[in-house]
T-cell receptor, first 110, second 109 residues
Framework: QKEVEQNSGPLSVPEGAIASLNCTYS??????FFWYRQYSGKSPELIMS????GDKEDGRFTAQLNKASQYVSLLIRDSQPSDSATYLC??????????FGTGTSLTVIP | KAGVTQTPRYLIKTRGQQVTLSCSPI?????VSWYQQTPGQGLQFLFE???????NKGNFPGRFSGRQFSNSRSEMNVSTLELGDSALYLC????????FGPGTRLTVL
């Protein structure tokens, strides 16, 4: 079982819709979770961090964490074509090594 | 605060050569990690250094090595390059959150 798993997609949504990206993790001791956005040919960019159960909102982005279910998600409201990218979920395990999911490719269709 | 910097940004080498990549972390960050990214394999963890000591290591052959200096700057070395080593090599530094540099794109001919 991988430490962090994501739906590989690809995911396509129309402009203005909500994009929902999901991630599960295996280490119950993990305390922090991160979402990165990576445009083609560029390096990953940190867009959200979440440490507590519940929702964390930042502009059009909402991260949701459910530690009981070992599940973290990212919602992108009012999706824009500029949101088209690969989104990576990441978490350090109890050994403090960062693990990344394989990424979900999102395309926002104008 | 300046971000993570990597040099060089692009590199072309031939099989059998060796290469050294450099990374300067965000000021105050003592952890530096290296990743290899290829289109088919995604982000693959190479190793992490913390206060000049290798703290974690991924599943890469011994041709891949690294080190960290007292100022937290890090270098990664790949010896006896193979065609399959062509990739984007990413450095990341962290305290709690991890931030990536722009990467070095290595092409092996």
């Amino acid at each position: 079982q991988k430490e962090v798993e994501q739906n590989s997609g690809p995911l396509s949504v129309p402009e203005g819709a909500i994009a929902s990206l999901n991630c599960t993790y295996s280490d119950r001791g993990s305390q922090s979770f991160f979402w990165y956005r990576q445009y083609s040919g560029k390096s990953p960019e940190l867009i959200m961090s979440i440490y507590s159960n519940g929702d964390k909102e930042d502009g059009r982005f909402t991260a949701q964490l459910n530690k009981a279910s070992q599940y973290v998600s990212l919602l992108i409201r009012d999706s824009q074509p500029s949101d088209s990218a690969t989104y990576l979920c990441a978490s350090p395990n109890t050994g403090n090594q960062f693990y990344f999911g394989t990424g979900t490719s999102l395309t926002v269709i104008p | 605060k300046a971000g993570v910097t990597q040099t060089p940004r692009y590199l072309i080498k031939t099989r059998g050569q060796q290469v050294t990549l450099s990374c300067s972390p965000i000021s105050g960050h003592r952890s530096v990690s290296w990743y290899q990214q290829t289109p088919g394999q995604g982000l693959q963890f190479l190793f992490e250094y913390f206060s000049e000591t290798q703290r974690n290591k991924g599943n890469f052959p011994g041709r891949f090595s690294g080190r960290q200096f007292s100022n937290s700057r890090s270098e990664m070395n790949v010896s006896t390059l193979e065609l399959g080593d062509s990739a984007l090599y990413l450095c990341a530094s962290r305290s709690t959150e991890q931030f990536f540099g722009p990467g070095t794109r290595l092409t092996v001919l």
